[in-house]
Nanobody, 126 residues
Framework: QVQLVESGGGLVQAGGSLRLSCAAT????????MGWFRQAPGKEREFVEA????????YDADFVKGRFTISRDNAKNTVYLQMNSLKPEDTAVYYC???????????????????WGQGTQVTVSS
């Protein structure tokens, strides 16, 4: 079992920045691919970014390129999502998730992830 706890959400004005954190406990954190997803009201959960166990490979949704950056610190069992140039359409609950390994589409699809955090609200005002 892996337990995930997100933090760092909040209210920010458009153009601002937030840094989300996801702390993991349980099994060896470095064995897992870590992903960030988000879900806005009335919409399906969508992929944001993911990072390989080593941190050397990242997977990005088109809408975040140049604005968001995923990183991880295996010594601290934590994955981060740095979000810059935030837009009102980025408003959502952000979730981190973990799975042992992913290849191709598996890295991008919510139902392919095994463990989930409870989410943290991000609200971007215009």
């Amino acid at each position: 079992q892996v337990q995930l706890v997100e933090s760092g959400g909040g209210l920010v004005q458009a153009g601002g920045s937030l840094r989300l954190s996801c702390a993991a406990t349980g099994r060896t954190f470095s064995n897992y691919v870590m992903g960030w997803f988000r879900q806005a009201p009335g919409k399906e959960r969508e992929f944001v970014e993911a990072i390989s166990w080593s941190g050397h490979i990242t997977y990005d949704a088109d809408f975040v390129k140049g604005r968001f950056t995923i990183s991880r610190d295996n010594a601290k069992n934590t994955v981060y999502l740095q979000m810059n140039s935030l837009k009102p359409e980025d408003t959502a609950v952000y979730y981190c998730a973990a799975r042992v390994y992913c290849s191709g589409y598996q890295c991008y699809v919510p139902h392919e992830y095994t463990y989930w955090g409870q989410g943290t609200q991000v609200t971007v005002s215009s």
